[in-house]
């Protein structure tokens, strides 16, 4: 069984928080991941451009950041594993749904799994959809389009 806690950072915890969570449990199904811990923290630019500039060296506000911690307790089949942080800037993700012309819902989706990948130790040198993590982003996306966190 997979966990996750949802908070919010400098701002109130949007009403569909939950819902955010139970996506990410889904989201982990279909990558196969079980036993995972893991949090979700929303913010606005603010607080994730201070994020960025400590722990990036990016004096910017971004849309997502990912912190793996990628540990298992006990370190052994059947344990734990405590996957990380994910934080994710509301405002940045207003903007950026539409610079791509994307709802709210289908961008925050997928900076979730996007998130979930990255504490799966994937990573991309570009954000060309060609990339093997970004191909394997949209067809999770693909695969749980029927879910809706924002509505």
Known sequence: MNRVEVEA???PLPAWAE????FVIKAL???GRDGWDLSVLYCGDRFIKSLNA???GRDEATDILSFPQGEDFPPAPGGRR???D???SLDTLA?????FGVSMDEELRRLLIHGILHLDGMDHKTNEK???MLRLQEEILDNLAGERIIV
């Open 9 to 11: 950072g400098d701002l």
């Open 19 to 22: 819902k955010s969570g139970a």
């Open 29 to 31: 199904e279909k990558l």
């Open 54 to 56: 400590r722990y990036r």
């Open 82 to 84: 405590l996957a990380g």
């Open 86 to 88: 994910i934080v994710i």
């Open 95 to 99: 903007e950026n749904s539409g610079f």
């Open 130 to 132: 060609t990339e093997p």
